[in-house]
């Protein structure tokens, strides 16, 4: 009798022990910030230094798109820039005959100005004169209008190719896969070699070292959580055991939801719940998908 008491008393402690390794607060899925990398231009992949399971540094140049066309597009740009403005006038050069004209009337003048103040000229030899350069700077006015609306004319044609210019120097800038974060390759969609479009996804990549566990919490529950607050996070270690991780509460819903299906009963699906995030540190065990449980830290 004395026996079976013990077996008794201990079989009720191992389960009460089972029961409190197995106690949890809320439960949930893990999942991470999952970036899908592509380019703002299309053709032939010709360098792609990623594969699926490779750690990858943010800012670094994976791969490159074949540039060929767009440089000999600039090229050509670069050329019809070029002839527009051998078109240029030489505005100086064209207004140089009519301002020596100017300047050898306007010597004229001082001298018949010279030779009516000392009585031997004749007044409409100076009225003459003055006519003359009056006509003259008319005529060199008019001419650097006309001159600099021809000028600008032509910088007007410049503009857009210049505009174009820039549009294909971006295009170079974006044919270079550049990897956005720091984090690690889930998946690959392209190969080297193979042609691709803009926005056409390349790889998919994920920050691991530190996962998210989004889990749901009953109404009741609600008044016991808050922004920052540190709990324990249980995730099984293939061992019929648990181990347990440090969490922080970063995010909590302010709208109710019904439990996802895939929460434990059929009863538990039509509950009302909060959904929240935690921050979790991943020392390699947690992977995307994978359950689990937490515990408020009293």
């Known amino acids: 009798m004395k026996k079976t008491l013990i077996i008794l008393s201990a079989t009720i402690m191992l389960a009460s022990c089972a029961s409190e390794e197995n106690a949890f607060d809320a439960t949930g899925t893990f999942e991470a910030k999952e970036i899908i990398v592509s ?6 992949i010709i360098q ?3 594969e699926e399971g490779d750690s990858l540094t943010a800012n670094a140049i994976v791969g490159t798109i074949d540039t060929t066309q767009l440089y000999l597009r600039k090229l050509q740009l670069q050329a019809q820039i070029k002839a527009v403005l051998s078109k240029q006038p030489d505005i100086n050069s064209q207004i140089a005959a009519l301002q020596e004209q100017i300047k050898t009337a306007n010597t004229e003048k001082m001298r018949i100005d010279n030779l009516v103040a000392a009585g031997v000229g004749t007044q409409k030899q100076a009225d003459d004169i003055r006519s003359q350069i009056a006509v003259l700077q008319k005529q060199l006015d008019a001419q650097q209008t006309a001159l600099q609306i021809t000028s600008q004319s032509i910088y007007q044609e410049v ?3 210049t505009m174009q210019i820039a549009q294909v ?3 170079l800038v974006q044919s270079a896969i550049l990897n956005p974060v720091k984090g690690t390759v889930l998946t690959l969609y392209a190969e080297q070699g193979e042609f691709t479009t803009p926005g056409k996804a390349i790889y998919k990549i994920a920050d691991l070292s530190t996962m998210t566990l989004r889990a749901y919490i009953s109404g009741a529950q609600l008044a016991q959580i808050k922004i920052g607050q540190q709990v324990t996070v249980k ?9 347990e991780l440090p969490g922080t509460i970063y ?3 302010e709208k109710a939801e019904f ?7 059929k009863e538990e699906r039509a509950n009302l719940v909060y959904a929240i995030k935690v ?3 991943n020392n390699g065990q947690i992977k995307i998908g994978m359950y689990g449980e937490l515990i408020l830290n009293k």
């Open 169 to 171: 120097d971006d295009q």
């Open 39 to 44: 380019t703002g231009v299309g053709g032939k």
């Open 48 to 50: 792609l230094k990623a």
């Open 279 to 281: 921050k979790v540190p």
């Open 251 to 253: 995010w909590i819903s």
């Open 159 to 161: 503009a857009p190719l």
């Open 235 to 243: 995730i099984d270690n293939g061992e019929k055991k648990y181990s």
């Open 259 to 265: 439990t996802p299906k895939t929460i434990q009963t």
